[in-house]
T-cell receptor, first 112, second 116 residues
């Protein structure tokens, strides 16, 4: 069965400092990984997906199949980055169906 | 707002009562998902529809849980004989099947259920 692990429940960094939110996964198939973000009082929204290889709001994430990781990084944290971040793995469950398996999330707090 | 909508946003019920939640996906999205989220956890997948067909329901938590999407548009999630352990946020998401953002799931605001 697939699994997503986010080892840090809470991460506090100072404004301007680099940020790295860790995500490790376990999956027997070819993985597709996502980062979702939830700002205060807002709905869960997609931040980025690994197949797009894009940078959103200064965040990047590289899929490392050898280390089964998909860490989220940003070189300089901003106060508006404070939010809950979830790593998610897309897994196929047959009959044309698939699901997202989420980690428990990491709360990022950027200190002014 | 043209995003995914859910109704009600909050529901308080007594143990043993039945509850039904509604989800209206983004209009052109043919895929619809239900998740449950409890405190301190990420969303947990429950079930998946492609149009009106429920292709995955093995993750529904018990036979007290059921979901429908009768015309391939809105969906309902029903919990019968609610228990205190059912208290959680219930999330709905939808995704298009094709296009640049195929399979990207867009989430609704959720329905928070409290069972007394």
């Amino acid at each position: 069965a697939q699994r997503v692990t986010q080892p840090e429940k809470l991460l506090s960094v100072f404004k301007g400092a680099p940020v790295e939110l860790k995500c490790n996964y376990s999956y027997s198939g070819s993985p597709e990984l996502f980062w979702y973000v939830q700002y205060s009082r807002q709905r869960l929204q997609l931040l980025l997906r690994h197949i797009s290889r894009e940078s959103i709001k200064g965040f990047t994430a590289d899929l490392n199949k050898g280390e089964t990781s998909f860490h989220l990084k940003k070189p300089f944290a901003q106060e508006e980055d404070s939010a809950m971040y979830y790593c998610a793995l897309k897994a196929y469950s047959g009959a044309g169906s698939y699901q997202l398996t989420f980690g428990k999330g990491t709360k990022l707090s950027v200190i002014p | 707002d043209t995003g995914v909508s859910q109704d009600p946003r909050h529901k308080i019920t007594k143990r043993g009562q039945n509850v039904t939640f509604r989800c209206d996906p983004i209009s052109e999205h043919n895929r619809l998902y239900w998740y449950r989220q409890t405190l301190g956890q990420g969303p947990e997948f429950l079930t998946y529809f492609q149009n009106e067909a429920q292709l995955e329901k093995s993750r529904l938590l018990s036979d007290r849980f059921s979901a429908e999407r009768p015309k391939g548009s809105f969906s309902t999630l029903e919990i019968q004989r609610t228990e205190q352990g059912d208290s959680a946020m219930y999330l709905c998401a939808s995704s298009p099947r094709t296009g640049v953002v195929a399979d990207t799931q867009y989430f609704g605001p959720g329905t928070r259920l409290t069972v007394l």
